[in-house]
């Protein structure tokens, strides 16, 4: 049962795509560090790529620019592809993130050069314009990917915090592009980290 299985449909573009998308499922393999809030396990990167796709819909209001949401949602839903070879890099992981970019364009080759080129350099584009996280759709999109397992972390105690060692000042760098993109929303993230810090969830 597999890849092997695979039945040609003799469009050979139409056999890449569908074969890029069986291969993507791996994301669902990826895991990250952040607890899903039934608390059952942590969530994987298919989930969290989805999760962020959604709220691109909601709080485009925030931004101290006007974003393209559909241009946002494409980023979030591409942004952790990679990761598929280059595995998930936690975000407070000093020394893993010192091989990180390696890692990933490697990644990068290999996985978007199954694709029909121009598709595969489509996703590419966003991936990269993704981390690089200097046009407005990038910042809004980035934003979102921080937003959500600061939100999961202050509705499971702190879990990846406490079980990783994080500071709050990591943290805070972490949540700048919030702070500078989405200031009304930062304050709600400001008020969290004080209170994660009070009840002991980070160290200052």
Not at 161 to 189: H, L, T
């Amino acid at each position: 049962m597999g890849i092997e299985d695979f039945l040609s449909s003799g469009n050979m573009r139409l056999d890449r795509q569908l074969k890029f998308t069986a291969e993507i499922d791996k994301m669902t393999s990826v895991y990250r560090r952040t607890m899903l809030l039934s608390g059952v396990r942590n969530e994987n990167d298919a989930e969290h790529s989805w999760h962020i796709a959604v709220m691109a819909l909601l709080f485009k209001e925030y931004c101290v620019e006007e974003p393209s949401v559909e241009r946002a949602i494409k980023m979030c839903v591409v942004h952790d592809l990679i990761e598929i070879y280059a595995g998930d890099t936690f975000a407070y992981d000093t020394k893993a993130n010192e091989s990180k970019a390696d890692r990933e364009d490697a990644a990068a080759d290999k996985l978007f050069s199954q694709l029909p080129s121009e598709q595969g350099e489509e996703i590419r584009s966003l991936w990269e314009e993704f981390d690089a996280m200097e046009t407005v759709d990038a910042k809004y999109a980035a934003c979102l990917d921080r937003l959500q397992p600061f939100l999961h972390n202050t509705l499971t105690e702190g879990h990846t915090w406490r079980n990783n060692g994080a500071v709050c000042s990591q943290v805070e760098q972490r949540m700048k592009i919030i702070k500078d993109f989405m200031p009304e929303v930062y304050e709600w993230v400001s008020k969290n980290l004080d209170r994660s810090v009070s009840l002991g969830w980070l160290d200052r």
